[in-house]
């Protein structure tokens, strides 16, 4: 168990342990939830894009995919989903 102070404009500054464990970041966001009297729970709030990018770029770096060819797979795309929806046949 850690204790923590709350500074300043309510910060509270994480022990460097759990930081590390959680692979915590400056700029990460949590869910604070009132458990009651006075206790808290504090949840890191995953952000769908976040989860999405990560996994893009793991892919991307995996593939070995450069930018253009990125750019032009998702231009090729577009246009197909354009066809695909709204060209009339």
């Known amino acids: 168990m850690s204790t923590v102070q709350m500074r300043g404009k309510g910060t509270i500054t994480f022990p460097a342990k759990l930081r590390s464990k959680y692979k915590l970041q400056e700029g990460e966001v949590f869910t604070i939830i009132d458990l009651g ?3 808290f729970l ?3 709030k995953v952000l ?3 989860v999405f990018s990560r996994r893009i770029a793991k892919r991307i770096k995996e ?5 253009d060819e990125l750019l032009q797979a998702l231009d090729d795309e577009r246009k197909t989903y354009y066809q695909e929806n709204y060209v009339k046949k």
């Open 42 to 44: 504090l949840k890191p």
């Open 63 to 67: 593939e070995n995919v450069s930018l």
């Open 37 to 39: 009297g006075g206790s």
């Open 48 to 50: 769908d894009v976040d």
